[in-house]
């Protein structure tokens, strides 16, 4: 007997067309404004970075549709009891990322590239073990990508460059991210 489910065909609609679908209207209606902000700041720092606007678009395009697809598996009880525990972990993992990332932009010269690029390192695996069962291959390049660019060393130093370019987007996204933490969001 062939196993068909209109349920798990729904979801995997979701996902398809949701992942096509990853442009800033769209957005607003799964992403709430701040983190719409923190992610024009990524953005535009890695635009600036990298000097290449296409890059730039695709690894925030690609940080949103990992977003969404966790999200549709979320809210469609795809994930067994043990994956729930790894998405606490990554919360938690998360969290304390946003709060390092706040705590060196809000102390100078405590900037450590190795602690926040290690931090990212550990949030990307775990990811990447919440959704190996549920996510293609090229989602997990998609994570991939998204983390390793962010987590570039090089990136970090010149983002955390108090005297550097960086320091109006640093702003604006440790504003965004301190506002996620006191909404309980992240």
């Given at each position: 007997?062939?196993?068909?489910?209109?349920?798990?065909?729904?979801?995997?609609?979701?996902?398809?067309?949701?992942?096509?679908?990853?442009?800033?209207?769209?957005?607003?209606?799964?992403?709430?404004?701040?983190?719409?902000?923190?992610?024009?700041?990524?953005?535009?720092?890695?635009?600036?970075?990298?000097?290449?606007?296409?890059?730039?678009?695709?690894?925030?395009?690609?940080?949103?549709?990992?977003?969404v697809?966790?999200?549709?598996?979320?809210?469609?009880?795809?994930?067994?009891?043990?994956?729930?525990?790894l998405?606490?972990?990554f919360?938690?993992?998360?969290?304390?990322?946003?709060?390092?990332?706040?705590?060196?932009?809000?102390?100078?010269?405590?900037?450590?590239?190795?602690?926040?690029?290690?931090?990212?390192?550990?949030?990307?695996?775990?990811?990447?073990?919440?959704?190996?069962?549920?996510?293609?291959?090229?989602?997990?390049?998609?994570?991939?990508?998204?983390?390793?660019?962010?987590?570039?060393?090089?990136?970090?130093?010149?983002?955390?460059?108090?005297?550097?370019?960086?320091?109006?987007?640093?702003?604006?996204?440790?504003?965004?991210?301190?506002?996620?933490?006191?909404?309980?969001?992240?």
């Open positions: 007997m062939e196993s068909f489910s209109s349920k798990d065909m729904a979801m995997q609609a979701q996902k398809k067309i949701l992942s096509h679908m990853a442009n800033k209207s769209v957005v607003h209606m799964f992403i709430d404004d701040t983190s719409s902000e923190i992610l024009d700041e990524l953005y535009r720092v890695s635009k600036e970075y990298s000097g290449n606007r296409s890059e730039a678009q695709k690894v925030v395009k690609d940080l949103i549709k990992i977003a697809k966790i999200g549709v598996l979320f809210r469609h009880n795809r994930f067994t009891p043990e994956e729930l525990s998405a606490e972990d919360k938690k993992k998360l969290h304390q990322g946003a709060m390092t990332a706040i705590s060196f932009y809000e102390v100078e010269f405590t900037f450590d590239k190795t602690v926040m690029s290690e931090i990212l390192t550990g949030c990307r695996d775990l990811l990447l073990k919440l959704v190996d069962s549920h996510l293609t291959p090229k989602s997990h390049g998609r994570i991939n990508h998204v983390f390793n660019h962010y987590s570039d060393p090089e990136l970090l130093t010149q983002l955390y460059n108090p005297d550097g370019p960086f320091k109006p987007n640093l702003t604006k996204i440790c504003t965004g991210l301190n506002r996620l933490l006191e909404e309980g969001t992240l």
